[in-house]
Nanobody, 123 residues
Framework: QVQLVETGGGSVQPGGSLRLSCRYT?????MGWFRQGPGKEREGVAA?????RTRYGDSVKGRFTISKSKNTLYLQMNGLKPEDTGIYYC??????????????????????WGQGTQVSVSS
């Protein structure tokens, strides 16, 4: 089992920045961030594998950066837009291969989930 706890959400104006943090009890080879906007399905935002290779959703490429330290997963979000509003979830998966990790990010099929943190972007 892996426990994950997100922090760092809040309200920000368009163009602003936020950094989300996720403390976890045990690292896995595939970890990532997801989000669910109002009235939308949950979608994959970014993932990182055991070799620190990263993968991003098309809507956040060039603006968001995922990184990882010993016990914490981060999501640096710059250039925030109103459409980035939603609940952001930290997640971990048992996938061992990069290709599996990216596929499960796309399919929103990770094994372990945090409780989520709210991000609101508005003027």
């Amino acid at each position: 089992q892996v426990q994950l706890v997100e922090t760092g959400g809040g309200s920000v104006q368009p163009g602003g920045s936020l950094r989300l943090s996720c403390r976890y009890t045990r690292s896995t080879d595939c970890m990532g961030w997801f989000r669910q906007g109002p009235g939308k399905e949950r979608e994959g935002v970014a993932a990182i594998d055991e070799d620190a290779r990263t993968r991003y959703g098309d809507s956040v490429k060039g603006r968001f950066t995922i990184s990882k330290s010993k016990n914490t997963l981060y999501l640096q979000m710059n250039g925030l837009k109103p459409e980035d509003t939603g609940i952001y979830y930290c997640a971990a998966d048992r996938a061992r291969l990069q290709a599996q990790c990216w596929l499960r990010l796309h399919r929103v099929e990770f094994d372990y989930w945090g409780q989520g943190t709210q991000v609101s972007v508005s003027s």
